[in-house]
């Protein structure tokens, strides 16, 4: 039988081969490392139903990414061999000028995802690219790469965003920030997917809109496939075809408030755990586009990284997940433990906290911008039956005092240029001062700007008592706002103004975007001055 006839009996006999025996058998005969390239199969439908994608831009180049599908909620659908692809980076969108090609492997081993690194691109330059697989084209996605090295781009424009609960709501920010006219780029935070079952009715506290597709996430082939379902989604989609990303995780690609070698669920071994790292980090590196340095090796993975984008901005992209001690106390929010006190504590781990910390007294750039997960600023949310006694969120940089004073502390003796920390994760957006020493609300060495989820907590409201009391009981805290949304960043040499951009519902589509916020920060002066 030649080979095109049998990939062409594979595709119709694939829902023989569903199954993890079929799999497992395929697997066990085939070498791990497949060097035959087969023949591109006559798909059965579009083979690019996940997109394309690009990240993580450097002066000369930037990732392109997209995935091979025929059943991406199913088993791929795709034979058990390498597939050859082409690629294509132009100037304009009619692909008449190109700037670069070049063919690429989609391999089963990584679920038949591709990243390229271009290279010998023009340094702040715009681009289109698209993938072809036999004779069919992806969709075209724009990007854009960074700024050259010792040169200060006028003006630098982003966007800061993340907490994308699939049942929750619907992903109209998203369609909102493909809209935007000329990002840079999109720095997602994380909790890009959530690992928690189906429902239909509630998903949490809040209304299921639409379903997850499985039982709670635990093995590679259902991460796997969760992804899918999250860029099935057009809106989602929409966004990565505008702009690159710089992408980082926080807890819930894996398994909700990790840290380190630490799972939050009860009864899960070490061991296990690690397993459920690295089938989570595996899917998380196909389904991104990332450089190859942050391919996991097993559980272990590097994910902090720096960006420069000229002498404008050094960004420094964290983990705040992978290397933390485990949450002090018992995690949740409550009043301080003698664990919080522990001088040693670290959010960052030692290596990455190291690194950081070189980075940061070696920065010469305007602005030092550090993008990560977990709140860092204090805040203190009392108590709800009106004692007075402070409570603080243990998953957050709260319940790490030493290690937020060690980093604030760092930033103010080796004078660190304008620091400006980005987060997520609590499902609303806050902006705020850093300070290294709030029992005395010490000076300011920066500012930090938390934005709110996507989609995740549902509608959301403006305001309410929790959130008024932490405002009232933190005089270093500015701003609160209970909706979804995503915050804009637009920095020159002079400033940097911030727009928590915002709409009003995600339980049915077309929301508009409106601005519930508008910050400045003068160079020089961490201090937030609102402007609307
Ligand atoms: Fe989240």
Redesign the pocket.
Known sequence: MDSVTRHILDLSRRGLLRGATAMAALAATRPAFAQRVAPMPVFQSDPFPLGVASGDPWPDGVVIWTRLSQDPLGDGGLPPEALELRWEVAEDEGFTRLAGRGTVLARPELNYSVRVEVTGLRPAATYHYRFIAGGVASPVGRTRTAPAVNTRPAQMRFVNA??Q?YEQGLFTAWRHVAAEPDLDFVFHYG?YI?EGPANRERSGNFPAIRSHNSPAVETLDAYRRRYALYQLDADLRAAHHAHPFLVSF?D?EVDNNWAAAVSARVGVSPADFALLKAAAFQAWYEAMPLRRAQMPNGPDIIAYRGIDWGTLASISVLDTRGFRDDQPCGDRVKPVCEEVSNPAAHVLGPAQEGWLFGRLAQAEAVWSILAQQVMMMRRDVGGADGDDQPRYDMDKWDAYPAARTRLLNHVRQARVPNLAVLT??I?TAWAGTLRPDYDREGPAVGVEFVST?MS?AGDGREIWAGPQRALDRNPHIAFFNGRRGYTLIEADERRMETRFRAVPYVSRPGAPLVDRARFMVEAGRPELIRLG
């Open positions: 993340g907490c609960h909790d959530y926080d819930h997520g994760d499902h989820s995740s």
